[in-house]
Structure formats: structure tokens, C-alpha cells
């Protein structure tokens, strides 16, 4: 079946330093993509996805491009900061018509410090 | 703010008792999903209904039921509770069934068996 894999956490960065959140999956055919992220005590908020290979989908300093030929989807951004500490979701939705459920990877939390 | 309202926030309740999770999609939203986060299992898809009727399950115990009102909203009955069953229930909704549609989640019910 369907399965995402995502790097594990918990990963610690000071402020202005890069960020590279390794997210891999397993689906037939063409998934979309997505990356969700959640903030202390909320709800899960989409922050991008893809929806085809070499789509690069980007948001808040954001990016993640949909590599087909790695089945990647690595989220990045250049220069982190303390609001951006959450939990990172790696997800994907499959490309067939008995509904689109999101296959979630297990989480990376993701701390920022001064 | 996703638009995507579920109640109560949190319940504490007993074991063997049954609870009902409801939830409001935001408007237009045809589709429903239902998903469980716990320590253990991490975002595992319930189920999902559109415009009323069942169109994915996933990792749903027979214990547990949903459905779809006309107005659009969603129920989600939890019987027979264990102490197991104490997880974030999370509601989605989406406005269709194909992948790469967006599906904004709401805040989440805590619920606690103890």
C-alpha cells in the first residue's frame, strides 16, 4: 500500500540556519503531494503541495519540489525562524478515483531556537 | 482559521462509555474525512464521506461509526470505549474527491478514556 517516510525527530537549528526535512514515498501511479504542519496545541494547516512531478510547491519560505525519479519530497527553507518551530507532516493522496485520503508520514518536530 | 469546526474540544469519559465527535465542514465542502492522531500510531485515516454517502475507509474499528447529515455535517460515534482510544480525532473536509484537492483540517476533539 501507500506509505510515506519522513526523517525522524526531534530537529534543533538556531535561528537563520537552513532547513531540510527529508520526506520519501511509496504509491502507484502519480500521487499529489503535500506538506502540513502542525503548531502547538492546533490543528494541522496545509503549508504546500505538489500535484505533478517537477512541481515545486512553496509557501512562508517554504519550498518542496516532487521528484518522481527519487519518489522525494523534501521540504526545505533558507533561513528559519523561532515561529517556524511545529511538527512537519509529509503527506500524499493517491492518484485514483475511490477518494483522495491522505496517507500521513509519522512527523518531524522541528525546534528553532535564538 | 481553516473553517472547519469540531466539538467538543475535549472530552473526558470512561471506559465502555460511547461518545459522539461532531464536525462542520466549511462551506461548500462536500467531503468529510475523519482521522485519528495517537503517541503510538501517529495520523491514521478513519474514513471518509462525500456529499452523504461512504467513499474511503480506512483503519476504522467496528466499534466506531460515521455518517453524513444532508446539511453536510458529520458525526463520528466512538462505543465500547478503551483506554486505547484516547487520541486527537481530527475533521477534514475538502471540496471534491480527486487528489490533489486541498483538505483543511479542523482543530481536533481530544478525547481521554479513563
Known amino acids: 500500500g501507500d506509505s510515506v517516510t519522513q526523517m525522524e525527530g526531534p530537529v534543533t537549528l538556531s535561528e537563520e540556519a537552513c532547513l531540510t526535512i527529508?520526506?520519501?514515498?511509496?504509491?502507484?501511479?502519480?500521487?499529489?503531494l503535500f506538506w502540513y504542519v502542525q503548531y502547538p496545541g492546533e490543528g494541522l494547516q496545509l503549508l504546500l503541495k505538489a500535484t505533478k512531478a517537477d512541481d515545486k510547491g512553496s509557501n512562508k519560505g517554504f519550498e518542496a519540489t516532487y521528484r518522481k525519479e527519487t519518489t522525494s519530497f523534501h521540504l526545505e527553507k533558507g533561513s528559519v525562524q523561532v515561529s517556524d518551530s511545529a511538527v512537519y507532516f509529509c503527506?500524499?493522496?493517491?492518484?485514483?478515483?475511490?477518494?483522495?485520503?491522505?496517507?500521513f508520514g509519522t512527523g518531524t518536530q522541528l525546534k528553532v531556537e535564538l | 482559521d481553516s473553517g472547519v469546526t469540531q466539538t467538543p474540544k475535549h472530552l473526558i469519559t470512561a471506559t465502555g462509555q460511547r461518545v459522539t465527535l461532531r464536525c462542520s465542514p466549511r462551506?461548500?465542502?462536500?467531503?468529510v474525512y475523519w482521522y485519528q492522531q495517537s503517541l503510538d500510531q501517529g495520523l491514521q485515516f478513519l474514513i471518509q464521506y462525500y456529499n452523504g454517502e461512504e467513499r474511503a475507509k480506512g483503519n476504522i474499528l467496528e466499534r466506531f461509526s460515521a455518517q453524513q447529515f444532508p446539511d453536510l455535517h458529520s458525526e463520528l460515534n466512538l462505543s465500547s470505549l478503551e483506554l486505547g482510544d484516547s487520541a486527537l480525532y481530527f475533521c477534514a473536509s475538502g471540496s471534491g474527491i480527486f487528489s490533489g484537492n486541498t483538505i483543511y483540517f479542523g482543530e481536533g476533539s481530544w478525547l481521554t478514556v479513563v
Open positions: 503527506a500524499l493522496s493517491p492518484f485514483t478515483g475511490g477518494g483522495n485520503k491522505l496517507t
Open positions: 527529508n520526506c520519501t514515498y511509496t504509491a502507484t501511479g502519480y500521487p499529489s
Open positions: 462551506s461548500g465542502d462536500l467531503s
